[in-house]
């Protein structure tokens, strides 16, 4: 079973609370949050309560401020968790597949993808993603490209839109497939 470990200071000081599941609503555990433990499995932890907010997609280790998770700041107010077997089941061979398009509902231009992308531009010659569809394993979408900025978490299905994936608009640099990285 996975777990976390929240801190309300940098450098794991300060009072903290540990979880093991999913948690909609962090608030009444702690009141900000400044460093990370994650001691197993992956986990998101959203900055709003209910899964909603800037995600960001955490592995295995230490995060002593929230910089290090790509933070904007000390606020977070709900996880959850992904185990390595549900990421990495052994049926699937340990293959991922995705499509991209350039716009709303699958339309226009179309890429398929089966490997990490650390520039959208210079792979898809569109900066925007209006649409998606995981076919097989998990992704990161990230705002810039080399995997920096705004992270969004891609699990198996269709995206319409960017707002399905929890995006403030189309813009994605670049993205990953959730492996041990």
């Not at 089966?114 to 900066?127: A, G, T």
Request: charged share 25%; hydrophobic share 25%.
């Amino acid at each position: 079973m996975g777990k976390i470990i929240f801190y309300e200071d940098r450098n794991f000081q300060g009072r903290h609370y540990e979880c093991s599941t999913d948690c909609a609503d962090l608030h009444s555990f702690f009141s900000r949050c400044n460093s990370i433990r994650v001691d197993s499995d992956w986990w998101v932890v959203y900055e709003r309560p209910n899964y909603m907010g800037y995600q960001y997609v955490l592995s295995r280790g230490e995060y002593p401020d929230y910089q290090r998770w790509m933070g904007f700041n000390d606020s977070i107010r709900s996880c959850r968790t992904y185990p390595y077997t549900c990421l990495h089941p052994p049926h699937s061979g340990g293959s991922y597949r995705m499509k991209i398009y350039e716009r709303p509902d699958f339309g226009g231009q179309m890429m398929e993808f089966q490997d990490d992308c650390p520039s959208v531009d210079d792979s898809f010659r569109y900066r925007d993603i209006h649409s998606s569809h995981v076919m097989d394993g998990y992704w990161i979408f990230y705002e810039h490209p080399n995997y920096r900025g705004r992270q969004y978490f891609m699990r198996p299905g269709e995206y319409r839109r960017f707002s399905d994936w929890g995006g403030y608009n189309s813009t994605i640099g670049s993205f990953r497939c959730m492996r041990d990285f």
